[in-house]
């Protein structure tokens, strides 16, 4: 099977994937209270999400470039932010194809693009352990009124997934890669396959490793607060545009936000029907509401941002496009 067969059965399970769940997420819905609650909703607070929303980029763009820096000290504010945007679009559609947009958009004679897809490797792990302290905090802060739900609801059904022979299955992947390095280091000056591989690698862990040569390590942690601290401000906000929701603090925001972020790691397009059932789920177990209001919340959170995000990707295509032709 080539390539592209095995692109297309990928793309298409993903979305198999996510209209199952938008379908779990959407069948028992009341229409008419769902829409009497979008009637409500303060769009004030909504306003106050968009900004929180473009913050965040903007902590992401600064972030990124950190990086990036190492390899090209003269990259532009500019470059880097449009090539966010847009695979941020392209991430939406298809999943996992905006990074290497992203490192396509960047890279130059100084950087290739193995090095940028390194230290975008680099961020996602930033990134998880961003969402493993945030889990942490709202737990630690909460764990009496949090903590059935995050064992019951979450820890309970991964642990029926682990079983026995999807320990074999991470066992064989993780020997497969082990052999693929080995072969791979034996090899490269004997194999023009495995020398190209082996260059590939080693651009990959430079890139992984440049958080280790950051000369403004304090910057890359505020950007990196920054980056999260605005992702909890847009869960609070729209938790205050909606009155049935208005009452929940900045504590049960962290836990929705870290909750919707588990979201990401299921592989279907731009987290759709996943974040939409996943946080549906956890405001009505938690606090008790009707399945519509916490469907009225994924549903403006999600379709909100990536408006937005669409807004800014097509505004970075033209932006990206006139700055080539000057």
């Known amino acids: 099977m080539n390539n592209k067969a095995n692109k297309a059965i990928k793309y298409s399970l993903s ?16 229409w008419a209270a769902f829409l009497s609650d979008i009637k409500q909703t303060r769009w004030g607070y909504v306003a106050l999400f968009f900004a929180a929303s473009v913050l965040a980029l903007v902590f992401r763009e600064e972030r990124w470039r950190i990086l990036l820096r190492q390899f090209d000290p003269d990259i532009r504010r500019i470059s880097v932010w449009n090539a966010i945007n847009i695979s941020n679009v392209a991430n939406i559609v298809l999943p996992g194809v905006g990074e290497f947009l992203r490192c396509g958009y960047v890279s130059t004679h100084k950087m290739s693009t193995d090095k940028a897809l390194g230290t975008i490797v680099c961020e996602r792990v ?5 969402i493993i302290v945030i ?23 991964l ?32 194999n023009e396959f495995f020398k ?22 304090f910057l890359f942690l505020a950007t990196t607060i920054g980056i999260w601290v605005m992702y909890l401000f847009m869960s609070w906000f729209m938790l205050l545009a909606l009155p049935e929701l208005s009452h929940l603090g900045l504590i049960d925001a962290l836990f929705i936000s870290g909750v919707g972020n588990i979201a990401s790691v299921i592989p279907v397009p731009g987290g759709i029907g996943a974040y939409h059932y996943l946080v549906a789920l956890c405001i009505q177990t938690l606090y008790g509401t009707a399945w519509e209001t916490g469907i009225v919340y ?29």
């Not at 299955?169 to 090899?187: N, P, Q």
């Not at 082996?198 to 890139?207: D, K, P, S, T, Y």
Request: glycine share 4%.
């Open 196 to 217: 190209t591989n082996a260059q590939l690698i080693r651009n990959l862990g430079i890139g992984i490793a440049s958080i280790a040569h950051i000369k403004n390590k």
């Open 126 to 130: 930033c990134d998880v352990l961003a």
């Open 15 to 30: 979305f198999i994937l996510a209209a199952v769940l938008l379908y779990f997420a959407f069948k028992s819905v009341d």
């Open 159 to 190: 642990k029926e997934k682990m079983s026995f022979s999807l320990w074999w299955i991470a066992l064989l992947v993780i020997a497969i890669l082990v052999g693929y390095f080995v072969l791979t280091i034996k090899f490269e000056h004997k």
């Open 135 to 157: 889990f942490i905090i709202a737990l630690a802060s909460g764990w009496s009124f949090f903590g059935d739900f995050f064992s019951n609801q979450l820890m309970a059904p």
């Open 298 to 326: 994924a549903t403006l959170s999600h379709e909100l941002h990536a408006l937005l995000i669409i807004i800014l990707g097509i505004i970075s295509y033209f932006s990206h496009t006139m700055i080539r032709r000057k």
